[in-house]
C-alpha cells in the first residue's frame, strides 16, 4: 500500500527534532510498490524533488524540504539456516534495526550486537554503514535487494559490490546519488560464539566469570550508550555529527608539529593506525581541545559527555542554528589544527 501525505511537519520525523515541512511524504509497506512510490514521488510536486528517508537519524533538515519524501516502511524478518551454526537474516528496510537486533541477540546469534541502540531503519543503517564499538553494519551484510531507479528494476547487490568503508557504502557514491532504493538487507549471523570485545569498557566482560552472550554484550553496550549519548525521545540529535578524520600517509609528522606548536604533548593525541598507514583521529578529541565540550550557541549545544554530538539543546533549533554551530566548530578546529571536519550528518 502507498500513502501520500501532503504538506508534513518533519519534527516527529528527524532525530534532531528540528521543525521544517515536507511538501508530500509518500510512505509505503511492501517491496512491489516501490516503482509506484517513486513515481508517485517524480510527479508529486513541481520540481520533481524526491529524497529518500529511514528513521531520520542522520539527517538534518537545513530548510523546508519542497520535494516529496519516499519513506519504505518495509518490515518484518525472516529467518533461514544455512548449516554451520550460520543463520541468514533477511529483513525490511522499513524495520528499526534496534528491533531486529534485540531479537537476533535474545536468539543467541552473534554478530550485531554491538551495534546496538543505533537509531533509525535496517535500510538506513545499510546505507550510512552504521557502527560502534569495532562493529559495521556492512561486516555482517552479504546481500542487499534494491529497486534500481535509473534501470528501472529490481536488483539484488552481493557483499562484494556494496563498497562498505567508513561511514561509506556503493550508496553515498556520487555516481550513485538517487540511483537506488534499498527495500530489503540480508545479514548472516552466526550462533557460534564470536564476541568483539576489543572497545575498552567491554573488555571487562571478558573479566568477570559469566558466560558472554549476545545478549550481554548487548545490555552492556546499552548500559555505555545510556551513559554517554543524548536519549532521542528527550534531546534532538543525530548523534555524531562529524567523521573522524583521516590522515594520509605521510602527514602525521606534520600533524604533530602543529600540537607540538600548540602546547600539546605529542604522546598525548590519541589516533589509530589503518592498515594503508593512514591515521584516524578522533574528531571528539580536537573539538573537545577546542574547548567546545558543553558549549551552547543559540539554540544548539555540544553534548556534554560526548563532544562529537551537537544538540537541539532547547528543542526549539532550527536547521540554521545547528549550522552556525557546525561551521564554528569545523573553522575553530581548521584554524587550531589545519584539519577539516567532514559532517557525518546527510544535510538537506
Ligand atoms: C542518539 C544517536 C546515536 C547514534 N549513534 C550512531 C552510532 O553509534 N553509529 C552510527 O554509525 N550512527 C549513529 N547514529 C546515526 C544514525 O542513527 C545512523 O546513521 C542510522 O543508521 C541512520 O538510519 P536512518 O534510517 O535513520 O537513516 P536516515 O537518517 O533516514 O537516512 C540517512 C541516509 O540514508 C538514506 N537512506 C535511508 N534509508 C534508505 C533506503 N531504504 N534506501 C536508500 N537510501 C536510504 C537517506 O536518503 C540518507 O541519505 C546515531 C544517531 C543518534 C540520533
Known amino acids: 500500500m502507498i500513502t501520500v501525505l501532503e504538506n508534513i511537519d518533519l519534527r516527529p520525523y528527524n532525530t534532531m527534532r528540528v521543525g521544517a515541512k515536507a511538501a508530500m511524504w509518500i510512505e509505503f509497506d511492501s517491496l512491489e510498490d516501490a516503482p509506484a512510490a517513486i513515481e508517485t514521488a517524480k510527479m508529486a510536486t513541481p520540481s520533481g524533488k524526491y529524497m529518500i528517508m529511514g528513521g531520520g537519524s542522520n539527517i538534518l533538515f537545513c530548510n523546508d524540504y519542497s520535494g516529496a519524501i519516499v519513506h519504505p516502511a518495509v518490515i518484518g524478518w525472516e529467518a533461514k539456516a544455512l548449516g554451520n551454526g550460520k543463520m541468514e537474516i533477511t529483513a525490511g528496510a522499513g524495520v528499526e534495526f534496534d528491533n531486529l537486533i534485540a531479537s537476533t541477540c ?57 563498497d562498505y568503508g567508513y561511514r561509506t557504502s556503493l550508496f553515498k557514491k556520487a555516481e550513485n546519488a538517487g540511483k537506488y532504493i534499498v527495500l530489503e538487507v540480508s545479514f548472516i549471523l552466526s550462533a557460534e560464539s564470536c564476541p568483539k570485545l576489543d572497545y575498552g569498557p567491554l573488555k571487562d566482560l571478558e573479566s568477570d566469570s559469566v558466560k558472554i552472550t549476545p545478549d550481554l554484550v548487548r545490555q552492556k553496550i546499552v548500559d555505555i550508550r545510556n551513559s554517554k549519548l543524548p536519549k532521542v525521545s528527550d534531546t534532538g540529535s543525530a548523534g555524531s555529527f562529524f567523521k573522524n578524520p583521516v590522515l594520509e600517509k605521510g602527514s602525521w609528522a606534520e600533524f604533530i608539529s602543529v600540537m607540538t606548536a600548540n602546547g600539546i604533548e605529542p604522546d598525548s593525541v590519541p589516533h589509530f593506525v589503518l592498515p594503508d598507514g593512514s591515521v584516524k583521529i578522533p574528531a571528539a578529541w580536537l573539538i573537545d581541545k577546542c574547548g567546545w565540550k558543553g558549549k551552547t550557541l543559540g539554540n544548539a549545544a555540544v553534548w556534554s559527555h560526548q563532544p562529537l554530538i551537537i544538540v537541539n539543546a532547547t528543542g526549539k533549533a532550527s536547521g540554521s542554528d545547528i549550522v552556525a554551530l557546525e561551521k564554528a566548530i569545523v573553522e575553530d578546529v581548521r584554524s587550531r589544527f589545519g584539519i577539516t571536519l567532514v559532517p557525518e550528518v546527510v544535510h538537506v
Open 106 to 162: 535474545r536468539s543467541g546469534l552473534w554478530g550485531l550486537e554491538n551495534l546496538s541502540l543505533i537509531p533509525g531503519s535496517v535500510g538506513g543503517a545499510a546505507v550510512q554503514n552504521a557502527g560502534a564499538y569495532g562493529v559495521e553494519t556492512g561486516d555482517y551484510i552479504s546481500e542487499i535487494r534494491a529497486w534500481d531507479i535509473e534501470a528501472e528494476k529490481f536488483v539484488v547487490i552481493k557483499k562484494e559490490s556494496l
